[in-house]
């Protein structure tokens, strides 16, 4: 079992940065795929980036790639999520994700509030 606990999110104005924070306690980040979700109101959550449990590959959806860049450090058992160039569009409660299908195990951090101004 990991527990998952997020950081990093703030008000922020369009075009600027931000770096989110997952860290994970109870197992190592390298036993699940990381990945990062994002619910905006009144919106289903959606899948915003991935990484492999090795942390060689990584997806994003369209909307953010070239964008948002995903990592992880094995050493503190951290997950990364850096935000450049932001959106209005990307204001959304963000999610750290840990998950493992071979043995079923999907597990959700509390959330991370990102606001982006225009």
């Known amino acids: 079992q990991v527990q998952l606990v997020e950081s990093g999110g703030r008000l922020v104005q369009a075009g600027g940065s931000l770096r989110l924070s997952c860290a994970a306690s109870g197992r190592s980040v390298s036993y699940y795929t990381m990945g990062w979700f994002r619910q905006a109101p009144g919106k289903e959550r959606q899948f915003v980036a991935a990484?492999?449990?090795?942390?060689?590959?990584?997806s994003y959806t369209d909307s953010v790639k070239g964008r948002f860049t995903i990592s992880r450090d094995f050493a503190k058992n951290m997950v990364y999520l850096q935000m450049n160039i932001l959106k209005p569009e990307d204001t959304a409660v963000y999610y750290c994700?840990?998950?493992?299908?071979?043995?079923?195990?999907?597990?959700w951090g509390q959330g991370t509030q990102v606001t982006v101004s225009s």
């Open positions: 990484i492999a449990r090795s942390g060689a590959r990584a």
């Open positions: 994700n840990a998950a493992n299908t071979g043995s079923r195990e999907d597990y």
